[in-house]
């Protein structure tokens, strides 16, 4: 298994910046992607930003030059620096870690993180 707790989210004002950040324990060998992903009220959840192992990263077309991910492995932590924060990217923020056993594949998901984008 993989736990995952994220934290920094919080209030701020548009135009400002928050890094978010992700906790992994347990299983961590497993993980082959981990992402952030966000769901906005009455939304669907979607894909912010994904990473490999290798540190290849993928971005939502329209967060890409304001969001960046990262990984510290030496840490077990993964984060998301956002920039430029708009009043739409109020959401609940989640972190992913995909895995992959010898029989089966699943993605975990924390507890996700509040971030409220206003003046």
């Known amino acids: 298994q993989v736990q995952l707790v994220e934290s920094g989210g919080g209030l701020v004002q548009p135009g400002g910046s928050l890094r978010l950040s992700c906790a992994a324990s347990?299983?961590?060998?497993?993980?082959?992607?981990m992402g952030w992903y966000r769901q906005a009220p009455g939304k669907q959840r979607e894909e912010v930003a994904t990473?490999?192992?290798?540190?290849?990263?993928r971005y939502a077309d329209s967060l890409k030059g304001r969001f960046t991910i990262s990984r510290d492995n030496a840490n077990n932590a993964m984060y998301l620096q956002m920039n430029s924060l708009e009043p739409e990217d109020t959401a609940v923020y989640y972190c992913?870690?995909?895995?992959?056993?010898?029989?089966?594949?699943?993605?975990?998901w924390g507890q996700g993180t509040q971030v409220i984008v206003s003046s």
């Open positions: 992913n870690a995909d895995v992959r056993y010898s029989d089966y594949a699943h993605r975990y």
């Open positions: 347990g299983s961590i060998f497993s993980i082959y992607a």
């Open positions: 990473i490999t192992n290798g540190d290849s990263t």
